[in-house]
């Protein structure tokens, strides 16, 4: 063996022992970071420290269909203003409460909910959302859900399926720390909304919310709502058709959040269902294309309403590859002269107080 050779042979020598303690302490350093990581995440007050103003951010820009950017539908909304804030969730879609905790929105720092409608993907996240802030805040009351007659007819069903989980969780752990009192949903059932006059939902401390009805038949009730809080506005559309009484509630708002399905997308899988003989997937493609707003619709609404910046959400059908939003948005900086954005989870928006800025973070 030449001098080179021995060189190499030694190299490998030294690089396999390295490797080798690496591997033997893997272990030990993966826990190291773990344990900066939740000292960290567990000391921080991330709600704290948010400037005053509305904020909004995306627990779920998604629909029923799997979207690996995008869950069930679910907005975080933050009224915050000195040490107070109000924190709302707006629909629970499915996997919402978890990425809602990833975007720095802890759970247990949910106020109430408000839901658009009853559709399944709106609020199958309800009980986890209900579980993980009980335990979380030690709430002493239940999870408020806000919504159109209907809601009780949820929230009954969510306690009733969660009822043994209740009692498991306050015998293991102590009255104390899970107080019975605090399990579950409690309804805050409203008058629906007839087109042309709001419900008020809570008006109180310069936060105003107002439930407006909106076209998604044949589901009914389905409603939108104008958050207004210390000059900031903002609006989310739940699930319609494009809808005249939206445009009139959201006049003049800073951010509007507006559900979208793009039919060009949509026919791609009514097609593939074509092919492949799925003839119930064919007839649903087709169905979903009448109670959805197609993306140039909604850019029609945002320009008639003369909103600041319109967020394409609740996206059908999923977009895997971000050339397909191009795709998404064809027409809709003809319909609408403002900024769009094509949501995906973790995009979170801030309007401060006193200012017409909108910031953009990205929270995951
Ligand atoms: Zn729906
Ligand atoms: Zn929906």
Known sequence: MGRLG???????????????????????????LMRGVVERNMAADPIGALEDGLHVGLCGAGAPLPDPSRGGPCAVVIAKRGDAARVFAVDAGSAGVRTMAQMQV????????????????????????????WVNRMATSPLPVHGPQGVE?????????YAQDFVYRTEHHGADIVPPSGAGLVSA????????????????????ILAFNVDHTPVAPAVGYRIDFDGRSIVVSGDTVKSANLIRAAQGADLLLHEALSPTLVDVLTQAAQAAGLSNIERITRDILDYHTYPVQAAEAA???????????????????????????????????????????????????????????DRL
Request: proline share 5%; aromatic share 8%.
């Open 6 to 32: 021995k060189w190499l042979l030694g190299l490998a020598v030294v690089v396999g022992i390295v490797v080798a303690t690496l591997a033997a302490f893997q272990g030990s350093i993966a826990v190291a």
């Open 106 to 133: 802890p759970p247990g720092s949910i106020d109430s909910v408000l839901l658009t409608h009853f559709h399944s993907d709106h609020i199958d996240g309800l009980g986890e959302l209900a579980m993980q802030r």
């Open 153 to 161: 007819r949820v929230v009954n069903g969510f306690n009733e399926a």
């Open 189 to 208: 059932a409203y008058e629906t909304p007839v087109d042309g006059t709001d419900t008020v939902v809570i008006d109180e401390d310069g936060l105003r």
């Open 303 to 361: 320009q008639e309403a003369g909103v600041s910046l319109l967020v394409f959400h609740h996206i059908v059908p999923a977009l895997p590859l971000s050339a397909l939003e191009g795709v998404f948005t064809e027409g809709v900086a003809d319909a609408y002269d403002g900024p769009t954005v094509v949501a995906a989870d973790g995009d979170f928006w801030s309007l401060p107080t006193g200012s017409d800025e909108i910031s953009y973070s």
